[in-house]
């Protein structure tokens, strides 16, 4: 059954008017209900973005929780993993990440963790969805059982320090100029100071967020600005983060960018050559590269695939035994460390094997050359698009011509009112002669707007 107000990563929308302070009350009271389990004094972490209506989310959140007798402790702006890690160590029932990741300020979101640290299944998100229509207010807990509230400090530390223990205890970035741009997000202070006390000379971007400036033209999504800074400094590599620090870029030293798709060929490398993958592979998602797919079978590693969304990879990997994952996006996750795409760990497992091949990292993260491949988007007024059958007939003639060295991915946004087409084989021109040909379909004259 579909869901109304989930996606592929929570709850995302429209700050103030499809995430209203009603529909946050009423997340924290059916959330609150479906977590109570036991007869102990049941608590919930809450962690946020810089967006100027966290305030609002956060507080109709907090109303949500403690009415139904939930304490909330508060975090304040730090990264979505921090919350995962937060929610296991502190012993909470459940996690609250309030945040749209790579979005713009206007939207915003609500990212829910169990008390084990891993986002929830659709099984979990169907029961809260259930209760979201229901009629709560006899299952309010009378006024003495109500819950409290309060802001926790430290928080900020005790991620830092969590992440500088994902490295060995030897291991020192003393010598690294690194740029990190942090998006006037949730990592504005924590990404800066963990890379300061492992020893680099730190350059900081996009840490100064003042409600409006998340993800604006800073991040893992504009890393343009980055690049500038990274040649403007002579800095041996630049970081970017997006809006919540789920995912992870690089610069290199000459200012070219290196996706996910590099970053977790490095990784498994090296972890390969110690020994430390539990399987041999990575799991992707159906968007990484056939590059890397080509080279991890070079090296012995298999690459199973599936579909867009790091929770997607998150569960093939707990159910198949992988400890290593991730999307071409930067989402990477380390379940070794983790529960979820950690930017700030992921970039830190690179910068290790940098300091350790005591190479440039255009070379380190320079593994395979990519196969072209090109994304577009369509945005779309609703319906079934990809059910018409002038899209359908587009879409089969673009297999064909791509054949069996290519390949072709058309998708719903889980996130946007977008169909992402995505092709890629050993033939640029004919790559995006097919994307072309299918954006072109699913316009329908004028139905929908290519971005």
Same mark, same amino acid.
């Given at each position: ?204 971007? %996009?840490? &100064?967020?003042? *409600?409006?400036? /998340?993800?604006? #033209?800073?991040?893992? !999504?504009?890393?343009?600005?980055? +690049? $500038? ?95 290593? %994952?991730? &999307?071409?996006? *930067?989402?990477? /996750?380390?379940? #070794?460390?983790?529960? !979820?795409?950690?930017?700030?760990? +992921? $970039? ?95 316009? %329908? ?7």
């Amino acid at each position: 059954m579909a869901k109304k107000y989930f996606g592929t990563d929570g709850i995302r929308g429209r700050a103030n008017s499809h995430i209203t302070p009603e529909l946050a009350l009423k997340v924290g009271q059916a959330a609150g209900l479906v977590f109570q389990r036991g007869d102990h004094r049941h608590r919930v972490v809450i962690g946020k973005d810089t967006r100027l209506s966290g305030y609002m989310i956060e507080y109709a959140m907090v109303a949500g929780f403690t009415s139904v007798g939930m304490d909330v402790l508060l975090l304040g702006p730090i990264p979505t993993p921090a919350v995962a890690m937060l929610t296991r160590s502190m012993r909470s029932d459940l996690g609250v990440m309030i945040s749209a990741s790579h979005n713009k300020f206007e939207d915003n979101g609500i990212k829910l963790f169990g008390p084990d640290g891993f986002k929830l299944s659709d099984e979990v998100e169907h029961e809260i969805e259930a209760l979201l229509g229901a009629d709560l207010s006899p299952r309010l807990s009378q006024s003495r059982e109500l819950g409290r509230a309060k802001r926790v400090e430290s928080v900020h530390a005790r991620y830092i320090e969590f992440a500088k223990r994902t490295l060995p205890r030897n291991l020192s970035l003393e010598g690294l100029r690194i740029v990190v741009d942090c998006a006037n997000g949730a990592a504005y202070k924590v990404a800066p100071e963990a890379l300061w006390e492992l020893g680099a000379e730190v350059f900081s971007i %996009g840490v &100064e967020p003042n *409600g409006f400036n /998340i993800n604006e #033209d800073v991040g893992s !999504t504009s890393p343009e600005a980055l +690049a $500038a800074k990274v040649r403007e400094m002579r800095a041996d590599i630049g970081i970017a983060l997006d809006g919540d620090a789920d995912r992870v870029l690089v610069v290199d030293e000459r200012g070219h960018l290196v996706d996910g798709d590099q970053l977790m060929a490095v990784v498994a490398q090296s972890w390969k050559e110690d020994g430390r993958l539990s399987r041999p592979g990575v799991v992707t998602t159906v968007m990484s590269n056939l590059g890397l797919e080509r080279y991890l079978a070079g090296i012995g590693l298999e690459m199973p695939r599936t579909s867009v969304g790091d929770r997607y990879v998150l569960e093939h990997m707990r159910e198949h035994g992988y400890n290593l %994952g991730g &999307e071409q996006s *930067g989402h990477i /996750i380390l379940t #070794d460390y983790a529960t !979820t795409g950690d930017g700030l760990v +992921a $970039a830190l497992q690179l910068l290790a094997v940098v300091k350790r091949q005591n190479r440039p990292v255009s070379e380190v993260c320079h593994l395979f050359d990519p196969l072209p491949q090109i994304l577009k988007n369509v945005r779309h007024g609703g319906g079934q698009p990809l059910q018409d059958g002038h899209v359908k007939a587009a879409i089969a003639e673009g297999e064909a011509r791509l054949g069996k060295t290519g390949r072709l991915v058309i998708r719903p946004s889980g996130t946007e009112p977008v169909i992402r087409v995505m092709a890629e084989g050993d033939d640029h021109a004919l790559v995006e002669n097919v994307v072309d040909q299918i954006c072109d379909a699913l316009r %329908g004259g004028g139905r929908a707007a290519a971005e």
